[in-house]
């Protein structure tokens, strides 16, 4: 049902390709994850949907260039860095972001050149425990065979199948009771075949489980059957390690740059905490534990950044949050701006969705809903004749694409339209299946265009 009458939707996308973090995010043995893109393509089919790829809004073309053409603009860039702890040692040979080792193994340009050193050792630690830390733990300790037939792409294989990595520890500054990860990740890994998992402290859980409430009884079920479990076939093991803060990473000496091992803070539950409470509060206790390792991921986060340009559209952002501030279905507002037409602050035509608009958190379910809020109330905004973008400009034709169309040519640039990523599609999945598997993707934005040229 089309919520505007003859409404046009033009999706800019500074990859040539679409999908964003399903693409370059999801773990390639998630396939069943990326379903969600045959609604994309439902979308794309519409005549009313272009999608031009290979531009970046605020980098290839400034944001000021758009806002003529159109009578709304809807951010929803995600979040392209990632937090930093902020510690010593962060830069040296071996710690690596979880995003860069994620966006490495599914093939994100931007991190192709990586070349993680899976085989200066055997001991990984990862710092967090989110669901990307245990993508990360998984990938890592997945047989070669299995990650095979997955659209992981074939630099990483090769690179996977020389790694000596036998131990992944999976550090929390809290206990299991606050961690983030969700129960499928964390079974999963319980069931890698070949890995064992060290068995958890039965202090950091209350004696009758069945009284928590229902996920954490249910996620600490799986963490003690795991921990009652013995893999006498193992080769590889992991661990889950809990109230511990790193403080700094350690090289071989003070002249090497390779990483050696890890200083983390010991923490304790805060007296008045209750250490089996979701929000429980840990204090530092002063005591440092180190632990050895040759590779470190730090997987604490990924980050949203203000786009170039977004000031002269009087759009603010939080940097502190990470976000376009909005009100709950999605409008922008600019808390400086005063009392604002339907909200506080209220900016005309400028809407936001998905990770820009709420932070970093959230499954692809959850984005999707909080998306369908941002549009839904682009359209009631529009039936009610709210003001948009250029609504007092008495000449304003909104031309759109056609309109923007001109300058991206002027700037030399190579727009990549769905038809286009159509074409990339089909050749990344004729190469993946020479070799067995759904899709061989180009891990360069050169390669990706070259396909149109051929
Ligand atoms: C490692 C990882 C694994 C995940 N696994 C799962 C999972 O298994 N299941 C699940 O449900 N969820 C998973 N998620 C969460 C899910 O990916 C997100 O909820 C969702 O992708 C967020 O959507 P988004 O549109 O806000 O951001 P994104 O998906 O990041 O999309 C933003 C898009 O904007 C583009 N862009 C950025 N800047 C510009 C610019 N200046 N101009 C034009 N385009 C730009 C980017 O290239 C990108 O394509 C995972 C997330 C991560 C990080």
Known sequence: MHKIKDAVVDMYEHLPVPYGLVRFGVAPDHPEVKNCQEKFEEVA?????NFIGNVGVGHDIPLASLRPHYDAILFAYGASKDKKLGIPGEDLNGVYSARA????????????????????????????????????????LTSIDTLRKTDITEQALETLARSKVR???????????????????????????????????????????????????????????????????????????????PKSFKPFSETSIQLSSIDFEENAFAPDSDPFDRNAKVVPTGR?????????FRSVGYKSSALPGLTEL?????????????????????????????????????????????????????????????????????????PFLNSSDDCNIALGWEGVKKEVARKGLRPVLWADWKRIDEVEKERGKAMGKEREKFTSVDEMLRVLDS
């Not at 440092?288 to 470190?296: D, K, P, R, Y």
């Not at 009392?339 to 998905?354: D, M």
């Open 45 to 49: 089919s519409s005549p009313r949907f």
């Open 288 to 296: 440092t534990t180190n632990i050895s390792a040759s590779l470190a």
């Open 314 to 386: 009087n759009v603010p952002f939080d940097d502190r949050m990470g976000i376009i501030p909005n009100d709950p279905y999605g409008r922008v507002i600019n808390p400086q701006s005063g009392p604002g037409i339907l909200t506080a602050g209220h900016v005309p035509g400028v809407y936001c969705a998905g990770w820009v608009k709420r932070g970093p958190t959230g499954v692809i379910a959850s984005t999707m809903d909080d998306a369908f809020t941002s549009a839904d109330i682009i359209a009631k905004d529009w039936e009610q004749q709210v």
């Open 101 to 140: 080792f994620v966006g490495w193994y599914n093939g994100l340009p931007e991190y192709a050149g990586l070349n993680p050193q899976l085989d200066a050792g055997e001991d990984a630690v990862v710092i967090g425990q989110g669901n990307v830390a245990l993508d990360v733990a998984r990938i890592l």
């Open 167 to 245: 131990s992944v520890k999976v550090v929390g500054r809290r206990g299991p009771l606050q961690a983030a990860f969700t129960i499928k990740e964390v079974r999963e890994l319980m069931n890698l075949p070949s890995v064992s998992f060290e068995p958890i402290d039965s202090s950091l859980f209350p004696n009758e489980i069945t009284k928590l409430p229902r996920v954490q009884k249910r996620i600490s079920q799986v963490l003690a059957k795991g921990s009652a479990a013995s893999e006498s076939s193992a080769t590889k093991k992991w661990a889950l390690s809990f109230l511990l803060s």
